[in-house]
């Protein structure tokens, strides 16, 4: 999902806060990288002609924007990301919709996802995150397909999709 600069800079302000980014050190991700999953990593050898394949999925997702409110980090193992209070309402819908995309263009991806922003993969399994008071909203707006690889690792961009903005769908429930 494409993040607004807004939203890193809250991220960016709660990490310096509660010093994550020094606990953390190297193992942080670049606020470029900071992301959250809707499908699974996908390898170009499982699937033929899988960056068109992927491509056409992205378009093919028509599915309202999800608010968010990020309250709580967690780690699991090395995995550390901003979790979201509850289930945000749409999110399973979203999830639904790009798993039906992608299904319809033969690629299988089940995996479950929850609403999170993950900023590290390889943080230390004995560290703890800390507790943070602040609250971060994000609305889920658009979705992209990256290519991820290289040194630095980073991601690169490689198609977008917006999704209907949150008041359609408040428009939608009036009639």
Excluded: C
Aim: hydrophobic share 40%.
């Amino acid at each position: 999902m494409g993040m607004p600069s807004a939203v890193q800079d809250a991220i960016e302000i709660v990490l310096k806060r509660y010093d994550v980014d020094k606990l953390l050190g190297r193992a942080l991700f670049t606020r470029s990288n900071w992301h959250q999953s809707l499908s699974d990593r996908h390898w170009p050898e499982d699937v033929p002609d899988l960056r068109e394949r992927l491509l056409r999925a992205g378009s093919r997702v028509q599915a309202f924007a999800v608010p968010m409110t990020l309250n709580r980090i967690v780690a699991q193992g090395e995995h550390w990301a901003f979790k979201a209070r509850g289930t945000p309402q749409g999110f399973a819908e979203l999830l639904a919709a790009v798993q039906r995309a992608l299904k319809a263009e033969g690629i299988d991806d089940r995996v479950g996802h929850t609403p999170h922003v993950t900023i590290s993969y390889t943080a230390p399994a004995n560290l703890r995150p800390p507790k943070i008071r602040e609250s971060i909203d994000w609305i889920l707006d658009e979705i992209l397909l990256v290519s991820g690889g290289g040194t630095p690792y980073h991601y690169e961009v490689v198609g977008r999709w917006p999704l209907i903005p949150i008041a359609a769908s408040s428009q939608q429930s009036l009639f």
